[in-house]
């Protein structure tokens, strides 16, 4: 049975939590293919996904989000799939929402899981909800679209976004959040977003320090308003 | 001698460029520039009174200023070329990995079925 729904995780060295990612993702949605994207891990990310997922991708070198995304769009692309919706590999994202981003999907063709809509109590750091509402800012000021959260990775393509994002899913630092968006908001596409709720991430990197959050807040101005800047020849160029 | 240090140093360098070049390993157009580069570096090592000639052409009161001037337009503008060449060869990877990766994965579910016809 041909199956429509492609569910990709991209993945970095995510060997203690890929598994656990993988059963509750096929418990929670049965109806959908796996898809995991091992970007270049040097642990047993590979071994592991292979044993669970439907299908693996391993790139040779760390690329980052937006090129797993990319390989993985070419890959919904070529073998017909007609929504892609992506898990983070860290655990982050409840499969609770899987379900409701494919039937957004149905009618959107950009499905985005945000925290910060409807009740959510999502507890970031003040200056990382600051560079989100800016990024907010941006996009509205920038492509006249109102999002609250372009920076969630929780999120859906459809059938349109798909064959769009598989050439062009851009691969810079802030590409495959809020570059994204972008082009999928000047090539047309339809974006909606939905309130969801994800854990506290499990280990790693919990809380940055200071000085680590402004450089990375500056580092986000200076991206954004490049991207704005330089979105035209970008897509010139990769056509 | 007069400026032996000067004459040794960037006869050195012009002959590591020569060797590079002559071995094949450097692409045509790099290979241009820093020809040039050390020949122009070996003629002022020769001739240290061009400098002063070409000073005064462009009045400037210190010679050694009119080589710094040079010395940091030519590696500013290398050092850009070279910045912008790996910013491109950057996206040529990330693409031919990705296709790479696309590839090995359609080889492997081929083989996989190849592999069960065969039993």
Do not use: C
Request: hydrophobic content about 50%; cysteine-free; overall charge neutral.
């Amino acid at each position: 049975v041909k199956k429509s729904l492609l569910v990709a995780i991209p993945a970095l060295n995510e060997a203690s939590n890929i598994e656990g990612v993988i059963r509750e993702v096929k418990k929670a949605i049965p109806f959908a293919d796996v898809l995991v994207i091992d970007d270049g891990s040097t642990d047993n990310t590979l071994n592991i996904s292979s044993q669970h997922s439907d299908y693996v991708i391993t790139h040779a070198y760390n690329l980052g989000v937006g090129a797993a995304m990319r390989t993985a769009f070419r890959f919904a692309k070529h073998n017909g799939y007609t929504f892609v919706i992506q898990f983070d590999g860290d655990g982050q994202h409840s499969t609770d929402f899987i379900k409701q981003i494919y039937e957004e999907l149905q009618l959107t063709d950009v499905v985005i899981g945000s925290r910060f809509l409807g009740t959510t109590t999502y507890e970031l750091e003040k200056i990382r909800i600051l560079a989100i509402r800016f990024l907010s800012l941006m996009l509205r000021a920038g492509v006249q679209i109102k999002i609250t959260d372009p920076t969630s990775g929780n999120r859906g393509a459809s059938l349109r976004a798909i064959q769009l994002f598989a050439d062009t899913y851009p691969i810079e630092y802030l590409g495959d959040t809020l570059g994204s968006l972008i082009i999928a908001s000047k090539e047309g596409l339809t974006i909606k977003e939905i309130p969801v709720v994800m854990n506290d991430r499990q280990g790693g990197e919990a809380s940055q320090t200071t000085l680590a959050s402004m450089k990375h807040f500056v580092r986000i101005i200076l991206v954004s308003l490049l991207m704005f800047l330089t979105w035209n020849s970008n897509n010139r160029r990769e056509r | 001698v007069r400026y032996f240090l000067g004459l040794l140093s960037s006869t050195l360098f012009l002959g590591a460029i020569v060797r590079t070049v002559l071995k094949g390993v450097m692409r045509l157009r790099y290979s241009i520039l820093w020809l040039v580069l050390g020949i122009g570096v070996l003629i002022i090592a020769v001739a240290p009174n061009l400098l002063e000639i070409f000073a005064s052409f462009f009045d400037i009161a210190i010679p050694l200023n009119l080589l710094f001037f040079f010395a940091l337009t030519i590696m500013g503008f290398v050092i850009f070329m070279i910045s912008s060449e790996n910013s491109f060869l950057q996206i040529k990877l990330v693409d031919l990995v990705s296709k790479v990766a696309l590839l090995e994965q359609q080889v492997n579910s081929l083989s996989e079925i190849v592999e069960k016809k065969k039993n």
